[in-house]
C-alpha cells in the first residue's frame, strides 16, 4: 500500500506541473488580447481625434456642397403654377408655315426669397416678351434636336435671371406646362 500511495503522491506533482503549464498558456493569451484591443481601441481615439487636414476640410466641404445640390434639385420649390407664361411663335426659317407654341412656370426658392413670387408677377409681361423673343429666334433644328427642351430651358433660366436684380433673388428652374411643334 505504501507502494500505491508514493506512486499517487509522485503523480500529484506532475499533474500540478500540467495545470500551471495551461494556466500559464490562458494567463498569456488573456494578456496578448488584452494588449492588442488597447492598441486597436488607441488608434480609433487618435484617428477620430486628430485635427483634419486642410484637403480633408476642403473635401468635406465639397461632399457638404454636393449633398446641398443633390438635395435642392431633388426637392421641389415653390413655382408660377398659376399663372404659366405662354407664347406662339413661328418657327425661324419655316415662312410662317410651322409653329411653336409653349408655356413655361418658374420654379424658385420661397424660403431664400420670399418677395420674389410677387417680383415675378409683376415682371410677366417682361418675360413674356423674353420667351417670345428667345423662341421665334430658333429654327427647326434647334426645336426637334433631342435636348432641344433642356436647351431652352436653360437658355431661358439664364435671360431671366439676369433681367431680376440679385437682392430680389433668382429662378431655380423654368418648367415647361406646353410645348407643341406643328
Known sequence: MDERRRSELEAAPEKKAGEE?????????????MIVLNIVIAFVIISVTRPKTPEEKIAIVQADSLKKVVEQTTTMGATTADNPIEAIVNIAGTDGERFL????I???????????SEELLRRTPRFKDLLIDHLSKLN???VTEPNAKEKIR??????????LPPRIGEVRDVLFTTFIIQ
Open 140 to 142: 427647326l433644328v434647334e
Open 106 to 116: 418658374f420654379e424658385y426658392d420661397d424660403k431664400a426669397f420670399p418677395t420674389l
Open 101 to 104: 407654341k409653349a408655356a413655361v
Open 21 to 33: 503549464k495551461g494556466n500559464r498558456i490562458l494567463f498569456f493569451g488573456i494578456l496578448a488580447g
Open 154 to 163: 436653360k437658355d431661358l433660366v439664364r435671360l431671366v435671371n439676369k433681367s
